[in-house]
């Protein structure tokens, strides 16, 4: 039997890292700079946590969640995503007694059973930022305008990414829509398909982000939830749209996007990508007033938004990392010793040029020249660096430059200087 990677994991090559490291680092910086803090919570957490947080008749606790006991007897999760971990950590850690609001971001990996396909896969890495304190439309805003800076930061000249919004009301005006969409649902369950005639009756706002065509048409006939929003909530949901259009931000009202978890209130968001297929959505959040009340905490009202970092990396380059980061790949200098003096000399010679910030490969083989400078030219290296006993004996080294096929015999004391003026110009 042949071993392969288990269904919906990623192998990740070095063009992979290459990609969504350049990515994580440049959201990082972008975080860093709106003073986000970063931190790190466990990969797993007890199952009550989801259960609590994002609803025990939600998808992704039915259907999605990866749980399982461990030798004591306690269920155990793999977090399918980040926000209900680090309202834990808030309320165990005692964070919230730290000035508002409080700004974090967390990357990791997370971890869902869903069907794999392209841009979505079982475990898959996200970038979530998380805001809490006494909100204003204005916090919002900052961080719909972080989102959309970082996710276009790669190529801002290419408009790629499409912000939605909606507004899902609060405790007070929700129920309301949701007795509203289980009586007009009721008489069309049978042309629902077969996934969302099991939501109807334990989760009917996710029947209006259903992307089968036919539950779309009876979605489209519906009531909008705006109709049923209460005065605060209307007022809250304008004034967010007229901050957006002031600071020059597009979006679009979408009155039928909804969230998957329980949490949610009011302001929800997706961004999409092109090129992506159904599974468009790049980055998504919103906000989550009552979350950390109902897990112990206190009454501290909450945003965020997490990026899918693979699809990110999809919606900019597609499958083929770009020329750009490939060349990060390459070594800069690789060193060929002739001889076992030459390897001797070797073990000092090249962390010394690493030392220099050169990026210095070696091999310490005995092959021939010729099949080492081959492999050479494979790796798309620059310099070679020859050594042999006559350059030993005579205080030489062969620098070959591999773009313009020459070479010279070179002092080994000015080898530095040299590299440096050839290689940092």
């Given at each position: 039997?042949?071993?392969?990677?288990?269904?919906?994991?990623?192998?990740?090559?070095?063009?992979d890292c290459a990609r969504y490291h350049f990515l994580i680092?440049?959201?990082?910086?972008?975080?860093?700079?709106?003073?986000?803090?970063?931190?790190?919570?466990?990969?797993?957490?007890?199952?009550?946590?989801?259960?609590?947080?994002?609803?025990?008749?939600?998808?992704?606790?039915?259907?999605?969640?990866?749980?399982?006991?461990?030798?004591?007897?306690?269920?155990?999760?793999?977090?399918?995503?980040?926000?209900?971990?680090?309202?834990?950590?808030?309320?165990?850690?005692?964070?919230?007694?730290?000035?508002?609001?409080?700004?974090?971001?967390?990357?990791?990996?997370?971890?869902?059973?869903?069907?794999?396909?392209?841009?979505?896969?079982?475990?898959?890495?996200?970038?979530?930022?998380?805001?809490?304190?006494?909100?204003?439309?204005?916090?919002?805003?900052?961080?719909?305008?972080?989102?959309?800076?970082?996710?276009?930061?790669?190529?801002?000249?290419?408009?790629?990414?499409?912000?939605?919004?909606?507004?899902?009301?609060?405790?007070?005006?929700?129920?309301?829509?949701?007795?509203?969409?289980?009586?007009?649902?009721?008489?069309?369950?049978?042309?629902?398909?077969?996934?969302?005639?099991?939501?109807?009756?334990?989760?009917?706002?996710?029947?209006?982000?259903?992307?089968?065509?036919?539950?779309?048409?009876?979605?489209?006939?519906?009531?909008?939830?705006?109709?049923?929003?209460?005065?605060?909530?209307?007022?809250?949901?304008?004034?967010?749209?007229?901050?957006?259009?002031?600071?020059?931000?597009?979006?679009?009202?979408?009155?039928?996007?909804?969230?998957?978890?329980?949490?949610?209130?009011?302001?929800?968001?997706?961004?999409?990508?092109?090129?992506?297929?159904?599974?468009?959505?790049?980055?998504?959040?919103?906000?989550?007033?009552?979350?950390?009340?109902?897990?112990?905490?206190?009454?501290?009202?909450?945003?965020?938004?997490?990026?899918?970092l693979e699809r990110w990396a999809l919606t900019l380059w597609?499958?083929?990392?770009?020329?750009?980061?490939?060349?990060?790949?390459?070594?800069?200098?690789?060193?060929?010793?002739?001889?076992?003096?030459?390897?001797?000399?070797?073990?000092?010679?090249?962390?010394?040029?690493?030392?220099?910030?050169?990026?210095?490969?070696?091999?310490?083989?005995?092959?021939?020249?010729?099949?080492?400078?081959?492999?050479?030219?494979?790796?798309?290296?620059?310099?070679?660096?020859?050594?042999?006993?006559?350059?030993?004996?005579?205080?030489?080294?062969?620098?070959?430059?591999?773009?313009?096929?020459?070479?010279?015999?070179?002092?080994?004391?000015?080898?530095?200087?040299?590299?440096?003026?050839?290689?940092?110009?």
């Amino acid at each position: 039997m042949t071993l392969q990677a288990v269904r919906g994991f990623k192998d990740w090559l070095p063009e992979d890292c290459a990609r969504y490291h350049f990515l994580i680092e440049l959201a990082r910086n972008y975080l860093e700079r709106a003073n986000f803090k970063e931190i790190k919570i466990p990969i797993l957490e007890k199952t009550e946590l989801f259960l609590r947080s994002i609803g025990e008749v939600t998808d992704i606790v039915q259907k999605e969640t990866y749980t399982f006991q461990d030798r004591s007897q306690e269920f155990l999760t793999l977090r399918p995503e980040a926000t209900a971990g680090i309202c834990r950590m808030i309320i165990e850690q005692g964070l919230y007694v730290r000035p508002k609001p409080l700004r974090f971001f967390f990357i990791g990996p997370m971890f869902r059973h869903e069907r794999p396909q392209r841009g979505r896969l079982r475990e898959f890495y996200q970038i979530d930022v998380e805001l809490l304190g006494q909100l204003t439309p204005y916090y919002e805003v900052e961080l719909l305008d972080l989102a959309l800076k970082i996710l276009r930061a790669p190529d801002p000249e290419k408009n790629s990414f499409t912000l939605e919004i909606n507004s899902l009301g609060c405790r007070e005006c929700r129920p309301e829509f949701r007795e509203y969409l289980l009586s007009a649902l009721q008489d069309k369950r049978e042309w629902l398909c077969e996934t969302c005639r099991e939501r109807l009756n334990r989760n009917p706002l996710r029947i209006l982000d259903c992307k089968q065509e036919g539950c779309r048409r009876i979605v489209r006939e519906l009531k909008p939830l705006s109709e049923f929003w209460c005065v605060l909530c209307r007022e809250h949901f304008t004034e967010l749209t007229e901050l957006l259009s002031f600071v020059g931000i597009t979006f679009v009202v979408n009155p039928y996007l909804v969230r998957g978890l329980d949490y949610y209130v009011r302001t929800i968001f997706e961004i999409k990508g092109k090129g992506l297929g159904a599974q468009d959505a790049v980055c998504a959040g919103g906000r989550y007033d009552y979350l950390l009340k109902e897990l112990g905490g206190p009454d501290l009202p909450a945003t965020g938004f997490a990026i899918g970092l693979e699809r990110w990396a999809l919606t900019l380059w597609g499958e083929k990392p770009p020329q750009a980061l490939m060349e990060k790949l390459k070594p800069e200098v690789l060193f060929i010793p002739l001889g076992r003096e030459a390897k001797r000399e070797g073990l000092k010679l090249v962390p010394r040029l690493r030392e220099e910030n050169f990026k210095v490969e070696a091999f310490f083989e005995d092959r021939s020249l010729k099949a080492m400078l081959r492999e050479a030219d494979k790796l798309g290296v620059k310099k070679v660096l020859i050594l042999g006993e006559d350059e030993l004996k005579e205080g030489v080294i062969i620098l070959k430059d591999m773009e313009k096929g020459v070479q010279e015999r070179i002092k080994r004391e000015g080898l530095i200087q040299r590299l440096k003026e050839e290689l940092r110009k």
